[in-house]
């Protein structure tokens, strides 16, 4: 088994209100990846996600585009220490 690795990615644009939060749920759990995502005072989205290497690039590339009804506009990503999260929810 490879190396849990944690990403901390932040995705701008038309993201709050068009179900991008309950996308990534859906996505992450297809994936197998762990974490959370929030709305950000900014507009923007905030997520971390954990989980194998290649899943968690995938996560990111999903993110990278969002749900049908985003505009993403910018996405960034940082490199993070895993938090010690369960699943993958929604946070408010």
């Not at 849990?4 to 939060?21: L, M």
């Not at 990846?33 to 900014?42: I, L, P, Q, S, T």
């Amino acid at each position: 088994m490879t190396d849990v690795i944690a990403r901390k990615v932040r995705v701008f644009g038309r993201v709050q209100g068009v179900f991008f939060r309950q996308g990534a749920v859906n996505q992450a759990r297809a994936l197998g990846v762990e974490g959370w995502a929030h709305n950000a005072r900014d507009g923007s989205v905030e997520a971390h996600i954990k989980g194998q290497a290649e899943a968690v690039e995938q996560m990111v590339r999903w993110m990278r585009r969002g749900p049908s009804q985003a505009r993403v506009d910018d996405v960034t990503v940082e490199e993070v220490e895993p938090e010690d999260v369960t699943g993958f929810s929604v946070r408010l």
